[in-house]
């Protein structure tokens, strides 16, 4: 866990912030500011249509896979793994950008796949709470807008009892990672950034141990924010 003030650098509250930790989809943020970047210089074209068709299917999180369309604009594609997290739309990405470099710790490995052999690598992507909250502080301002879209605020960001489906112009945006044995959540709350991620070993089941606690962090940056 890491949460820090932007104003000044100085960090409210830490543990094992350094430690490198599966994230799950937290490492889709790397590829959300490659595209920014090409945008940004011309590179890509906002307007490109990409088709779904390219790549193989992939199911979990996401709209497109229930969608009828098969082509999208790229930026649409972008929001859609912004909003939703979309697998589909994740891997089209990646085949039309390749994947994107490693920020510091933060890395995002390989697609999105149904079934992860021994021949991937072993996680989607990985992190440290602190190079977490490195990248966040410093998105590219398209990456934030698209953020605010998202519809995950079931961990941290639910102590801030926002409609998931409706919050784009409050003062916070996320993107969180689920697996199995994996919940994440990295963010911006007015000028904190926090990153909290969690992760334990099958068979055990605490999710819902895990999700009260990221609750609880976000009720002390609540606070914190009412103190200010």
């Known amino acids: 866990m890491c949460?820090?003030?932007t104003r000044t650098g100085a960090t409210l509250l830490a543990h094992r912030e350094h430690e490198v930790h599966r994230t799950a989809s937290i490492g889709k943020l790397l590829l959300l500011e490659q595209v920014a970047a090409g945008l940004a210089d011309g590179t890509l074209d906002a307007a490109e249509q990409l088709d779904r068709r390219d790549v193989a299917p992939v199911a979990d999180s996401g709209l497109w896979q229930h969608l009828d369309v098969d082509m999208l604009?790229?930026?649409?594609?972008?929001?859609?793994?912004?909003?939703?997290?979309?697998?589909?739309?994740?891997?089209?990405?990646?085949?039309?950008?390749?994947?994107?470099?490693?920020?510091?710790?933060?890395?995002l490995h390989d697609v999105v796949r149904d079934r992860r052999g021994p021949e991937h690598p072993p996680t989607l992507s990985t992190g440290t709470a602190a190079g977490l909250v490195d990248l966040v502080s410093d998105l590219n301002p398209l990456v934030r807008r698209w953020l605010r879209t998202g519809t995950d605020l079931s961990m941290v960001a639910s102590a801030f009892a926002l409609d998931p489906l409706a919050h784009a112009d409050a003062d916070l945006l996320n993107k969180t990672g689920t697996d199995s044995t994996v919940r994440a959540d990295v963010g911006l709350v007015g000028p904190v950034a926090y990153a909290v991620l969690a992760e334990w070993d099958p068979p055990d089941d605490v999710h819902h141990e895990v999700l009260d606690a990221m609750r609880a962090i976000g009720e002390q940056i609540r606070d914190r924010l009412r103190g200010w």
Not at 74 to 89: G, K, P, T
């Open 73 to 107: 604009p790229l930026h649409d594609v972008a929001v859609l793994v912004a909003s939703v997290s979309d697998n589909l739309a994740t891997n089209v990405l990646v085949h039309r950008l390749g994947l994107p470099a490693p920020h510091g710790s933060v890395a």
């Open 3 to 5: 949460v820090r003030d």
